[in-house]
T-cell receptor, first 114, second 111 residues
């Protein structure tokens, strides 16, 4: 089965450091999402792209978060500077427009900011 | 975005059918009903989706009320591997096609 690949799987960093999370969507998928999951807030939509163009990033703290798709095979989510409240599991998902088979999620990046 | 309401938790015995309800009384005509599930320590997984008619696939069945204000995800024979949080989500085909997850239903399967 095709997979969405996220790296790193786990990341521990100190407050103030820059963090970059990467996502390789499934080949041919033109829609990419970034979600964040915490115990308190559940799954929150941060941003999403279609055909590499950002369509909605209203869920993202603009001052420290940025999301990009340098090419069709890579999506990145960057936090600079990181804060302890950013500790969460970050998921990437991909799909094809109005995907008949739903969106496929990666295994997530568990971020801990100390 | 239209809201959905699900029970916080449900239990089922192994090898018995499970009916997971979802209320969406403010659903619009262009909203699709999606179900995803999240197994422990994994990302969400697509289960099924539909618009008006009941839907079946290899994982589950989706029964949609005639007025579309509620739906039920049916697992025909629960296994221990079906223990997960199940999310019912509405998404507008004409809009952003994004998925806003609620709190879902935590399904416990009892051996």
């Amino acid at each position: 089965d095709a997979r969405v690949t996220q790296t790193p799987r786990d990341k521990v960093t100190e407050m103030g450091q820059e963090v970059t999370m990467r996502c390789q969507p499934i080949l041919g998928h033109n829609t990419v999402f970034w979600y964040r999951q915490t115990m308190m807030q559940g799954l929150e939509l941060l941003a999403y792209f279609r055909n590499r163009a950002p369509l909605d990033d209203s869920g993202m703290p603009k001052d420290r978060f940025s999301a990009e798709m340098p090419d069709a095979t890579l999506a990145t989510l960057k936090i600079q500077p990181s804060e302890p409240r950013d500790s969460a599991v970050y998921f990437c998902a991909s799909g094809i427009d109005w995907d008949r088979d739903g969106y496929t999620f990666g295994s997530g990046t568990r971020l801990t900011v100390v | 975005d239209a809201k959905t309401t699900q029970p916080n938790s449900m239990e089922s015995n192994e090898e018995e059918p499970v009916h997971l309800p979802c209320n969406h009384s403010t659903i619009s005509g262009t909203d699709y009903i999606h179900w995803y599930r999240q197994l422990p320590s994994q990302g969400p997984e697509y289960v099924i989706h539909g618009l008006t008619s009941n839907v079946n696939n290899r994982m589950a069945s989706l029964a949609i009320a005639e007025d579309r204000k509620s739906s039920t995800l049916i697992l025909h024979r629960a296994t221990l591997r079906d223990a997960a949080v199940y999310y019912c989500i509405l998404s507008d085909q004409t809009g952003a096609n994004n998925l806003f997850f609620g709190t879902g239903t935590r399904l416990t399967v009892i051996p």
